[in-house]
């Protein structure tokens, strides 16, 4: 790797992809089985994919098992980051409050173990960052290193519906909505020297995804109309509809969308 100067352009190279061998190296190590794997390289944390990383000396980092040994270094080294137009993708469970009142925890459990087991194979497999699994909610990361990273986000967002069973006769397992927007957001290192350091987006566009999701029925996935345009879609058969999003003057466009057919189908 050509040596970087600052944070901003080590982050800005990588997220864009002119740091060419880190698109490399996460297609690679996502052959190899199988989750929980690092955040941002994709190296496997456990079974024999695991075990031979672990040769290799790729393992958990200490202070945050999230990343890798070696992505950790990285994250300390270049610690900062840049403004990057992405494509964010949040996914909640509609209903989990009530279907955690109806299960005993053990059950609800093993129900969210599931969905997680889902989601994070549905956002490794379309090359995303995942951000955040947590309570009834996934959150993924689509970088302009992909290519076309709306419509790449657009597509994960409905294979995770498909993958939930949304679309089947006898229904989905699990009731899931589903935000999709494309805009500039900040993407690098929060927390203080002192802290676990951990690599986030911020911004308006994390915001706008996040209340799309919110308002997302299930079976629905509500794509920005900035998304839309950038995924290149031309459906015609959908609702399109003003949202008012919480903590905005102005309404968003947004464009109601379903499971649709999968990818590489008319």
Known sequence: ??????????????????????????????????????????????????????????????????????????????????EVEMTLLFADVRGSTTAGERMSPLQFSRLMNRFYGTATRVLVNADAWIDKLVGDEVIGFFFPYIGPHARVAVQAARELLRATGHGQADGPWLPVGAGVHTGVAYVGVVGSQDTVSDVTALGDAVNVTARLASLAQAG???????????????EEDHEHRQADLKGRTEPVGVHVLGVGAPAGQP
């Open 1 to 82: 790797m050509s040596k970087i100067q600052t944070a901003e352009e080590y982050w800005h190279s990588l997220l864009t992809g002119r740091q060419s061998p880190a698109r490399m190296e996460r297609a690679f190590f996502r052959m190899f089985p199988h989750d929980p794997r690092c955040k941002l390289c994709n190296v496997p944390f456990a079974g024999a994919g695991g075990t031979v990383m672990r040769t290799l000396g790729r393992r958990p980092s200490k202070r945050n098992p999230r990343y890798c040994n070696t992505c950790e270094r990285y994250i300390e080294r270049y610690r900062g980051g840049t």
């Open 220 to 234: 629905e996935i509500l794509v920005s109309d900035a998304a839309y345009a950038a995924a290149g879609l031309t």
